[in-house]
């Protein structure tokens, strides 16, 4: 199985394990989060983010989550990345990781594509139909 590891900022990363684990009805297995605080030097995050990566790494890869593309976590995520072994996902959201732990049985390659197409396609303008708005308080 593959391993999913999320970094992000502050609370972030649990709030997301808060929610997947609502979602599916139980914390999956070999999935772990890493907060990275606005005082953190990055350099004292690396070593923690690459023996949770070790730590969830059983053979078949991990997929490491970050929250925003260019901001600390998602640089640190950026020294993780072995290409065919640790894949990384920036713009991480509720979508995206429902999706991932629906295909994290598959290969590495197919997980993070319909992470991102889940990302992406759970992004969506809400209309409301007007026959309805009338029955809103």
């Known amino acids: 199985m593959i391993g999913v590891l999320i970094i992000g900022h502050d609370k972030l990363p649990e709030s997301f394990a808060a929610a997947v684990?609502?979602?599916?009805?139980?914390?999956?297995?070999?999935?772990?989060?890493?907060?990275?605080?606005?005082?953190?030097?990055?350099?004292?995050?690396?070593?923690?983010?690459?023996?949770?990566?070790?730590?969830?790494?059983t053979g078949e890869g991990v997929v490491v989550f970050s929250d925003i593309y260019g901001a600390t976590p998602c640089n640190l995520v950026g020294k993780l990345v072995d290409p065919g072994?640790?894949?990384?996902?920036?713009?991480?959201?509720?979508?995206?990781?429902?999706?991932?732990?629906?295909?994290?049985?598959?290969?590495?390659?197919?997980?993070?594509?319909?992470?991102?197409?889940?990302?992406c396609e759970g992004v969506?303008?809400?209309?409301?139909?007007?026959?309805?708005a009338a029955t809103r308080g």
């Open 85 to 119: 072994r640790v894949e990384a996902v920036a713009g991480v959201n509720l979508p995206m990781l429902v999706r991932a732990f629906t295909y994290r049985g598959k290969d590495l390659e197919t997980m993070v594509k319909k992470a991102v197409s889940g990302g």
């Open 21 to 57: 684990t609502h979602v599916l009805g139980a914390r999956p297995a070999q999935f772990d989060v890493l907060a990275v605080d606005c005082n953190d030097d990055p350099l004292d995050v690396l070593p923690r983010a690459r023996a949770a990566v070790a730590k969830l790494d």
């Open 124 to 132: 969506l303008h809400l209309e409301v139909d007007p026959r309805y």
